[in-house]
C-alpha cells in the first residue's frame, strides 16, 4: 500500500507584496498552520486574489507532492520554505503521476477528490524570487493539483490521509499536464476518453473540447 502522509498544512490571506518594484496582491504567501477547516467553496482563513483564475469549487484544497521540494532544491541550490509554491496541502507519496482525476481521498474529516491538475502562474517565480520555476515546472510536470470537497471537515497535521476509491479511467493528473503542455496534436480517442471522466473539472473540459473542434475543423 503506498504510504501517505502530511508535511505541511498551510493556510493565509492575499497579502500586497513588492517584486522587482513592481506592487502585487496574491494569495500565494501562506504561513504553516496544524489544522485546516475544509468546506465546500474555501478553506476557512485562506483565501485568493483573483477569483478568475483561482479559487472556487473546484479549487478548494491546493496541493503541492513533497517530493518535488527536493528535486528543485537540488536543481538551484537555494533552501525552499513551507508552501513555497502556495499549496495548503503539502503530502508524500501523492505524486501528478499517482494520483487520477477523480480519485476520492478522506484526510481528516474531509473527503476529497482530485479534480484538476494545476496551471501555474509567474506568481511562483516571485514567491521564489526565481524566474526559472515557472518555465521548469511546466517543462517536468511538477505542477500540483486541487482537490474539489465532497465532505467538510478539519484536517489537522496529523490527520491520516486515506484512499476511498480510484477512479476506473486512471486518467493521471501527469497525463493530462503532458496532453496540455506538451501534445500539439493528440488524438481524438486520447482526448474523449479524457472527455469521459466526468469528474474532471469543468474548465478544463472545455479546453479539450475546444481543442477537439479544433483538431476537426
Request: glycine fraction near 8%; charged fraction near 25%.
Amino acid at each position: 500500500m503506498q504510504n501517505r502522509e502530511i508535511i505541511y498544512l498551510s493556510k493565509g490571506l492575499p497579502k500586497k507584496m513588492v517584486h522587482k518594484n513592481e506592487a502585487y496582491e496574491s494569495g500565494i504567501w501562506k504561513e504553516q498552520c496544524e489544522e485546516l477547516y475544509v468546506g465546500f467553496d474555501e478553506i476557512t482563513g485562506d483565501q485568493v486574489a483573483n477569483p478568475e483564475y483561482h479559487g472556487g469549487s473546484e479549487r478548494v484544497v491546493c496541493v503541492y507532492p513533497f517530493e518535488h521540494y527536493a528535486h528543485w532544491e537540488s536543481v538551484f541550490g537555494k533552501t525552499l520554505t513551507p508552501s513555497a509554491f502556495g499549496e495548503n496541502l503539502t503530502p508524500i507519496g501523492m505524486k501528478e503521476d499517482q494520483v487520477c482525476i477523480g480519485d476520492v481521498f478522506q484526510i481528516g474529516e474531509a473527503v476529497l477528490q482530485v479534480s484538476q491538475g494545476r496551471y501555474p502562474c509567474s506568481t511562483i517565480n516571485k514567491r521564489n524570487n526565481n524566474n526559472l520555476l515557472l518555465k521548469r515546472i511546466i517543462q517536468t510536470g511538477y505542477t500540483g493539483y486541487f482537490f474539489r470537497v465532497l465532505e467538510e471537515g478539519k484536517i489537522t497535521a496529523e490527520s491520516q490521509i486515506k484512499k476511498l476509491s480510484s477512479h476506473p479511467e486512471q486518467i493521471s493528473v501527469s497525463s493530462i499536464h503532458h496532453l496540455y503542455f506538451h501534445d500539439p496534436s493528440p488524438s481524438i480517442e486520447v482526448i474523449d476518453k479524457i472527455l469521459g471522466v466526468e469528474e474532471l473539472a469543468g474548465q478544463w473540459q472545455q479546453y479539450l473540447i475546444d481543442l477537439k473542434e479544433k483538431i476537426q475543423s
